[in-house]
């Protein structure tokens, strides 16, 4: 049987390399994804490798839309057919501040990571998925990782949080159209969760977790959404697709 492969973007830190870790304790190939051939990415793949998995190291922009395919192509050849794509890879903002003075250029620079090259990327593995035959015993699935901005409003990341709205209804999107061909498609909204990119502000948001801002009252881990990928990715929550699956502790429950 053909072996499960999963690209996964922004994998060579944070949420992207736990990920990455998890879906090869599963068994899956991997392919690492970074915007440049350079020692993070390398040490990536070391550390996916050690799990005993096939991995490549896939060094592109995703931003870069005209080129998906052809990165797709050179994936496929290295570890064999994809069977999964989590999309990842994100950016903040420029600076924090008011609405009304968000620039264009960090307008775009969030739309062009975090939307456009979701929504594209997507479209590029479901052709290519959808112009081959597949083998129906293995689970084919696009994980979106968009955010608790998605639907709750940071009103000093703006443009970040229009941005993850828009990766979010991309997935309902794809998931209404591939559902009949057997491919299933998730979005994942972590909340608190201690990264690199979240490291400025995450001992303010630790305490207010503790303080209840989030049920479980702590903030998340890397390793955790990466587990929630990899259980989704591996088919273990069947007869599900368009899902939205809150990575929050609780924070986005309605309360009183």
Not at 73 to 78: D, T
Not at 84 to 90: D, E, F, I, M, Q
Not at 164 to 184: D, N, Y
Request: negative net charge; contains cysteine; charged residues 20%.
């Amino acid at each position: 049987m053909t072996m499960q492969a999963a690209l996964v973007t922004g994998s060579s830190r944070g949420i992207g390399l736990a990920t990455a870790v998890e879906l090869a304790r599963e068994g899956f190939a991997i392919a690492i994804n970074g915007p440049a051939e350079d020692d993070e990415l390398a040490a990536a793949v070391e550390t996916v490798r050690a799990e005993g998995v096939p991995v490549v190291a896939a060094a592109f922009d995703v931003s870069e839309v005209g080129a998906h395919g052809g990165h797709l192509a050179a994936i496929e050849a290295a570890i064999g057919p994809l069977t999964t794509l989590v999309n990842n890879a994100g950016v903040g903002v420029m600076s924090r501040g008011d609405p009304l003075d968000v620039s264009e250029e960090s307008y775009d620079r969030c739309q062009a990571v975090n939307a456009k090259a979701v929504f594209f990327l997507c479209q590029a593995f479901s052709r290519q998925l959808l112009a081959r035959d597949r083998d129906g015993d293995l689970f084919h699935s696009i994980v979106n990782v968009t955010s608790s901005n998605a639907a709750a409003v940071s009103v000093a990341r703006s443009e970040y949080c229009a941005s993850k709205a828009s990766a979010a209804m991309t997935t309902q999107a794809f998931a209404v159209r591939l559902g009949g061909e057997g491919i299933h498609v998730y979005d994942i909204r972590p909340g608190l969760i201690e990264t690199a990119m979240t490291t400025p502000v995450i001992e303010h948001y630790r305490q207010r977790a503790e303080d209840g801002l989030t049920v479980l009252p702590r903030v998340g881990h890397s390793w955790e959404v990466g587990r929630i990928i990899a259980s989704l990715a591996s088919g273990k929550v069947p007869y599900t697709t368009g899902q939205v699956i809150a990575a929050d502790g609780g924070m986005l429950i309605p309360r009183f």
